[in-house]
């Protein structure tokens, strides 16, 4: 069978088990949605929002392009967060980076010639890793290198938002969070203080 048939007969029988679970669960799903938080993820298919959160449909509004970037003149975020704060009244946005992430380490190597896109979608990528080139030098190890990359990139990302129009002109100004998931491990850890201010940058490897 081809993956794309078993995702659709997996979808029948996940159907078949919701609806027998809760019997009004499609029809209350189908007056609306009112989800509280925002996630904005990258697209590795290792990092699913609601598998990896146990959240249900409905409960999360989500995002996700590589390496969990957020830049204001990207009209798609953009338009996925103006809909969040000023339509849906989203209380939470989470920026959620992951270890080992593919479009991190990208910006760590020599640009690629057969993936132009991805090289623009990163190019801010590549400038945070020259600002603190000498701190990721000095890791010897490339994937430990990426994943303090990983890091920095949600702390910026979450402090871009901050700071971003779309934020700041929001009717209820949302707490944000910044997140990193562990491939390991399986678990979400925050790097900022309750949604707050980001704190100094105290990476995981450090406090392992
Ligand atoms: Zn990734």
């Known amino acids: ?24 669960f499609f029809e209350r ?21 609601e598998r990896i959160t146990n959240a249900q449909p409905g409960e999360l509004f989500v995002h996700r392009n590589i390496a969990n970037l957020y830049t204001s003149d990207d009209g798609n975020t953009s338009s996925v967060i ?63 290198r990426v994943d303090r990359l990983v890091e920095l990139n949600v702390i910026e990302q979450v402090r871009l938002l901050r700071e971003s129009p779309i934020v700041r002109s929001a009717p209820h100004r949302p707490a944000l969070h910044g997140w990193v998931f562990g491939l390991r491990q399986g678990l979400l850890t925050s790097l900022t203080d309750a949604g707050e201010a980001p704190q100094p940058v105290k990476l995981l490897r450090d406090a392992a």
């Open 1 to 24: 069978m081809n993956h794309a048939k078993r995702l659709l007969l997996a979808n029948r029988a996940w159907s078949q088990e919701v609806s027998a679970r809760d019997p009004g």
């Open 29 to 49: 799903l189908a007056c609306g949605q009112q989800p509280r938080i925002l996630w904005i993820g990258c697209s590795d298919s290792r990092v699913p929002a």
């Open 82 to 144: 103006e809909y969040a704060l000023h339509a849906l009244h989203v209380e939470h946005i989470v920026i959620c980076g992951h270890h080992h992430c593919g479009g991190v380490r990208a910006a760590l190597t020599a640009p690629s010639d057969s993936l132009p896109a991805v090289n623009r979608r990163i190019a801010g990528l590549r400038e945070l890793a020259e600002r603190h080139r000498d701190a990721l030098n000095a890791i010897d190890d490339i994937e430990a």
